[in-house]
């Protein structure tokens, strides 16, 4: 369970809320899927299975990306229409950029998470892979509305999310992501979508949020996801989960059970997470990135409060390679604004949605798109006249 070998061989006791209303419209579970370890990491690799490569690699050697890896396989290989996975930071969005998918996470809420396995509980959001964007919508319909067994489940008013409104809608680009983009085939596919868009009447400008604003966006998503990974996740004791060591004190079992179960990155994860919560870091770290968050929230409000939709290239590269590209540490201070900022959607909970841009050499790259929150119909229309511009869907490497 959640791909860690702390956790193998448990078989949750209850169903998600998400797999009920599956079933309730007859769909056919086909199987279980691979992720990074509780779903923490973003290269595919770090599941006590081992890695999860790219299906449109052929070499093996390019990563799909993560957490939720195998879904992304599963559906980018042909093997089913759609697959389920969530996203914390940019857990489906991304891998979606690298495997030719659309990649959905829908307003935090708007989706139950009841039977999630939790990572950071105020950025955790159940998402999806199609193949299209009009798959999308029907399964949102499906999946979409109130769980009373989940008390962060939202009742704001639904739609029917198939029927997309057409209209010509405003759009943004953020100055200093997309001048952080150093390919020139991404960065001329980009720019030959905004051509067309313009061109069926798209009004698209572009805005300034300084670099310091978006480089914080990574390392405020990676306090705040370690500090809430660690306390969610301080049940994983090999007592109430988890296999029993034998020691004379539950200090040492608890250092036992979790240096055995747990790989490196998420014990450096967890860490991380104590230190930022000690009461003598709290003020300096903690508590900081809070406020970070607020600013960060704040900008984004005001942009969308004006603006249909934030467009923007979803990776500033195809699929890395596994060797030598894959980070040693889990935190990377050098982290480019480009390749990480898709975390602001969950900092600030809004609707993002991710689909096929174009190809080099012969690898995927995708398109970002962001609205603010509960906008998820008016967000699919976009997506959808953006899926008709490029002419880019339907797509599987069988």
Request: hydrophobic fraction near 35%.
């Amino acid at each position: 369970m959640g791909s860690s070998k702390l956790l193998e061989g448990y078989i949750p006791t209850f169903d998600s809320e998400v797999y009920k209303r599956l079933l309730d419209k007859k769909a056919i579970p086909i199987a279980k899927t691979t992720l990074d370890e509780l779903a923490m990491g973003g290269t595919g690799s770090s599941g006590h299975l081992g890695k999860t490569f790219n299906p449109w690699d052929e070499s093996k050697t390019r990563m799909i990306g993560g957490s939720s890896c195998g879904s992304a396989a599963a559906c980018a290989a042909g093997i089913v229409p759609y697959s389920i996975g969530s996203d914390t930071g940019d857990s489906v969005r991304k891998p979606a950029s690298y495997s030719a998918l659309v990649g959905f996470k829908p307003t935090w809420g708007r989706i139950s998470r009841y039977g999630l396995f939790t990572f950071a509980a105020s950025l955790d959001t159940v998402a999806y892979f199609t193949r299209n964007v009009k798959d999308s919508a029907l399964l949102l319909n499906v999946l979409a509305g109130h769980d009373e067994k989940d008390t962060t489940s939202s009742s704001s008013p639904l739609e029917d999310y198939k029927k997309l409104e057409d209209k010509k809608y405003n759009l943004t680009i953020i100055k200093e992501i997309y001048d952080d983009l150093k390919d020139e085939t991404i960065k001329k596919a980009f720019e030959e979508l905004v051509k067309g868009l313009k061109q069926k009447g798209y009004k698209i400008n572009t805005v300034s949020i300084g670099f310091n604003l978006a480089k914080a966006i990574y390392s405020c998503y990676y306090i705040l996801s370690s500090a809430e990974a660690t306390s969610n996740n301080a049940n994983l004791d090999g007592i109430r989960f988890g296999s029993n060591k034998e020691a004379e004190t539950y200090e040492e079992m608890l250092f036992k059970v979790r240096t055995e179960g747990f790989s490196d990155r998420i014990r450096r994860r967890f860490v991380i997470g104590s230190i930022s919560l000690l009461e003598e870091n709290q003020e300096e770290i903690y508590l900081r990135a809070l406020r970070c968050r607020r600013v960060i929230v704040d900008t984004f409000n005001k942009i969308l409060e004006s603006s249909d939709a934030i467009i923007l290239p979803a990776s500033p590269t195809i699929a890395p390679l596994f060797d030598g590209d894959v980070p040693k540490k889990s935190f990377n201070k050098d982290a480019k604004v480009s390749d990480n900022y898709l975390a602001f959607a969950n900092l600030g909970g809004y609707p993002s949605i991710t689909l096929p841009l174009g190809f080099e050499q012969g690898m995927p790259f995708g398109v970002n798109l962001t609205s603010h929150h509960f906008t998820e119909a008016k967000l699919l229309k976009i997506a959808q006249i953006v899926e008709n511009t490029t002419g880019l869907k339907d797509l599987s490497k069988k």
